[in-house]
């Protein structure tokens, strides 16, 4: 699957800013692909690209619209088909990463066939997953996990990534996610696939690798979510992390679309996933937090990753914000590659 | 869906007793709807039924086989290809709840064509599922749970509605997979669920209730199982049950399929259980303990039970072989309904 770039990137009507990050990060990792954002004047958001329509950025050299909207449930807004139709007949192809698929939307299969464009359903699922077998397999792998969805996962494993390379050690970013796939462009969807496979999906992603690298598995929603708690706990199992990265966003003021349900504590919640994952992965350990400080000034952010640090024992930084450093220290000190044994002088 | 009957349950070459579960489960719980059992001389299975094939089955008015193989994955052997297409040629329709379908094999596609008959893939998911929303909803709801896979939630939990029945109170058995969809007529292939939707699945299959009467839901899986630990935990989360019902086979060396990883212990599973269940549902407790004792004798079984009740703290049965009805009295006793208060003497 190769989409075409560059991009326009569709904001649309769109007043949910979480559900806009598929948008956000293509916007962020591969800004250089994005050509300009289309937002309707009731769209408050921006993410600093020019503004456009489809027949200008269609001028500007655009070649796909990216429909980088995520609702819960994913289903097509009527306006985003009306913008979407637009689009292909100003000659751009679609991207899209909803549960509803664009192939089952008629008027646009119709229009792209009439333009000649084509349609990309970001989160169809390969069909030969196998079932998951738990058998331990060589590497090293992180997954992030987070107390809710949508607090910043993708970003802390994208930044850790970055903070590894830097040291020279190898790091893969394996996708898990409509937005990541698009940023890496692979990766298994994984709250499309099928409930059986979900663990045998993350085995295949992240498969065992022989090097001192990392792969950097990008978790998905939380435990504690109770709506998608069943994807989560299938990644950990998949993934047999050797480190966990735990992910918060500090002004989350309940679970996500969920008004009735509280967010969980961090030790509660960094607890509960290591006792999932001690299933498949008997030594996994926490070896930090990230937060997402988006909202804070940069003091009021800096203090509460210093106390959130001290109250968890683990490094804990804003990843996007001040960067990976502490988090790549101590995944580099616990898991030091094996070294010869030194020789006793005589 | 309506699947013709009576059946010819398939048996064929299958060695793998545990896998013979879905035609095991039709010969017990709709025995008077099969007319016979397929089994070739290399299978050392039965069920009691008359032994006949196809074209025996047919004059002896059989309409439909059924393929009650389930295989860790779910694929074809091509053996039962060869079968079902002799089946077609006799007249009979197909059903199967393989993840593989039916009506992607053309050569079955092809001959139900060609001999008028139809195709019955009892594992597809309805494609309208929403997502979970973890609200509280009215109504008494019990789920049975496993140490792993294969270990009898679905007799457990249809002996328990037999015996909630006889003591005059309304009880529904909610089918999560494919034999016992066969059996109630109804209910969702919970594993072949799309993943954001399997606690989604769950609210809609055993939705609101306003009476004082039970929806008794199948589990599946276990958290234990490393390979289905994500279905069984949406399901705990869909299910809100008020209360569980922990299944257990004690013969079981290992995890189904996984020489490497251990049973739990009974204890250990069902707090884990209760744990998982208490997002949704803050009160819910254990009920019971389920013993599938068939490879015991009747002398060792009891004693297992009356060991397991002491040191469990709750009714212990083998709810198949001795009935369910410590467990029903321990249902209703925990869950009385509400009764008017009562007015103090003068």
Request: with cysteine; aromatic share 6%.
């Amino acid at each position: 699957m190769t989409i075409p770039a560059p991009y326009l990137l569709y904001l649309g009507h769109s007043d949910d800013e979480v559900g806009l990050k598929t948008s956000r990060g293509l916007a962020t990792f591969r800004r250089e692909d994005c050509v300009g954002e289309w937002r309707h004047d009731d769209c408050p958001f921006s993410f600093g690209l020019p503004r456009m329509d489809a027949g200008e950025a269609r001028l500007a050299g655009a070649r796909t619209l990216v429909l980088g909207i995520a609702n819960p449930g994913g289903r097509f807004p009527e306006w985003m088909i009306d913008d979407a139709l637009v689009a292909i007949a100003a000659g751009m192809n679609l991207a899209c990463g909803l549960h509803q698929r664009l192939r089952d939307e008629p008027r646009l299969v119709a229009a792209a066939e009439a333009f000649g464009v084509e349609l990309f359903d970001v989160r169809d699922a390969p069909g030969d997953l196998p079932v998951g077998n738990g058998k331990r397999r060589a590497g090293n792998r992180l997954l992030t996990v987070g107390t809710d969805c949508s607090v910043g996962k993708m970003y802390a494993t994208l930044c850790l990534r970055d903070a590894l390379r830097a040291r020279g050690v190898a790091a893969d970013f394996r996708a898990t996610g409509q937005t990541g796939i698009l940023i890496a462009g692979r990766g298994v969807p994984l709250d499309a696939v099928v409930a059986d496979f979900i663990a045998g999906a993350i085995e295949t992603l992240a498969p065992a690798r022989d090097d001192d690298g990392w792969d950097l598995i990008e978790g998905q929603g939380s435990l504690f979510h109770p709506s998608f708690a069943g994807v989560s706990t299938g990644l950990l199992h998949g993934a047999q992390p050797a480190a966990l990265l735990l992910c918060h966003d500090p002004v989350r003021p309940h679970m996500r679309g969920l008004p009735h349900y509280p967010m969980p504590g961090l030790a509660e919640c960094l607890d509960a996933n290591l006792r999932v994952a001690r299933l498949t992965s008997p030594d996994v350990r926490g070896v930090g937090v990230a937060l997402n400080t988006a909202k804070l000034d940069e003091a009021a952010a800096r203090r509460l990753c210093a106390e959130t640090q001290d109250a968890m024992g683990l490094p804990c930084t804003d990843p996007w914000r001040f960067g990976a450093d502490a988090i790549a220290e101590e995944l580099l000190r616990c898991f030091a590659p094996s070294t010869p044994a030194m020789t006793a002088s005589a």
